[in-house]
């Protein structure tokens, strides 16, 4: 059995110009390796927006909610780590599809493998801007002023964010050394004190990379699914990285 391990997938976005065949992508990988997986790991900004209300569910991904539960429903794990994107799942989530959600970091021993996840916007040194932005979407303060606003108005104004963030250059497929070299930076910081760490696993960025920072010990960044569709698969054989349509 296999491990699969995938990020930024972006659902929703603005910026596709067909969302539903987008979703469609991710369901036709998903469906296909339903037969070998054990688990799934999702490395955050799985949906480009999401705002979890107490009594209402917002529109979209039924494809993609309905193939999670039903691989959730056959035995198969699935691991959500919160992103930069999709930061406001609350309980629905968890309890609809019978899925995990993590906010933050997670290191498990997956196939004798330790694996450190996170999906990169929460480790090493961050602008201020990014850590002040970061902070006030997670204080719950804010998040209860939010949730009072009509849908109407947040919706859009989120999409709409997200639409100037990549047209200012956030997520454009273009390698960004500077968040890399973050990354690189705090895995060889952390492996000093956790050498038992063999794999450090990232989202975030939009780059496809493998990287040997130490001695049997690799950091892995993930990539996304607007053109790269890659993703990592863990199994008994050691890792690879792989991309949907291609391999």
């Given at each position: 059995?296999?491990?699969?391990?995938?990020?930024?997938?972006?659902?929703?976005?603005?910026?596709?110009?067909?969302?539903?065949?987008?979703?469609?992508?991710?369901?036709?990988?998903?469906?296909?390796?339903?037969?070998?997986?054990?688990?799934?790991?999702?490395?955050?900004?799985?949906?480009d927006y999401?705002y979890?209300?107490?009594?209402?569910?917002?529109?979209?991904?039924?494809?993609?909610?309905?193939?999670?539960?039903?691989?959730?429903?056959?035995?198969?794990?699935?691991?959500?780590?919160?992103?930069?994107?999709?930061?406001?799942?609350?309980?629905?989530?968890?309890?609809?599809?019978?899925?995990?959600?993590?906010?933050?970091?997670?290191?498990e021993?997956?196939h004798g493998?330790?694996?450190f996840?996170?999906?990169?916007?929460?480790?090493?040194?961050?602008?201020?801007?990014?850590?002040?932005?970061?902070?006030?979407?997670?204080?719950?303060?804010?998040?209860?002023?939010?949730?009072?606003?009509?849908?109407?108005?947040?919706v859009?104004f989120?999409?709409?964010?997200?639409?100037?963030?990549?047209?200012?250059?956030?997520?454009?497929?273009?390698?960004?050394?500077?968040?890399?070299?973050?990354?690189?930076?705090?895995?060889?910081?952390?492996h000093?004190?956790?050498?038992?760490?063999?794999?450090?696993?990232?989202?975030?960025?939009?780059?496809?990379?493998?990287?040997?920072?130490?001695?049997?010990?690799?950091?892995?960044?993930?990539?996304?699914?607007?053109?790269?569709?890659?993703y990592?698969?863990l199994?008994?054989?050691?890792?690879k990285l792989?991309?949907?349509?291609?391999n």
């Open positions: 059995m296999k491990t699969y391990f995938l990020s930024d997938l972006h659902l929703g976005a603005p910026y596709f110009q067909d969302s539903h065949e987008a979703e469609k992508r991710v369901v036709a990988f998903l469906d296909s390796i339903k037969n070998d997986a054990d688990a799934i790991y999702l490395l955050g900004d799985v949906l999401w979890e209300y107490r009594y209402v569910v917002p529109r979209g991904f039924v494809r993609f909610f309905g193939k999670l539960a039903e691989l959730s429903d056959s035995g198969i794990k699935i691991t959500w780590l919160i992103g930069n994107h999709d930061i406001w799942i609350f309980d629905y989530l968890p309890n609809e599809l019978g899925i995990r959600v993590v906010d933050g970091t997670l290191t021993k997956i493998k330790t694996v996840m996170n999906h990169g916007d929460g480790v090493g040194k961050l602008p201020a801007g990014f850590r002040f932005i970061r902070s006030v979407f997670r204080n719950k303060i804010c998040q209860r002023a939010f949730s009072a606003i009509h849908p109407r108005w947040t859009p989120a999409y709409n964010w997200s639409r100037h963030s990549r047209k200012t250059g956030e997520g454009r497929g273009v390698p960004d050394t500077k968040l890399l070299a973050g990354l690189r930076n705090f895995a060889k910081e952390y000093m004190d956790h050498p038992e760490v063999d794999f450090f696993m990232f989202g975030h960025v939009h780059v496809l990379s493998r990287e040997e920072i130490d001695d049997g010990c690799e950091i892995i960044v993930l990539g996304e699914w607007i053109r790269t569709f890659s990592a698969v199994d008994e054989n050691g890792l792989l991309k949907w349509g291609v």
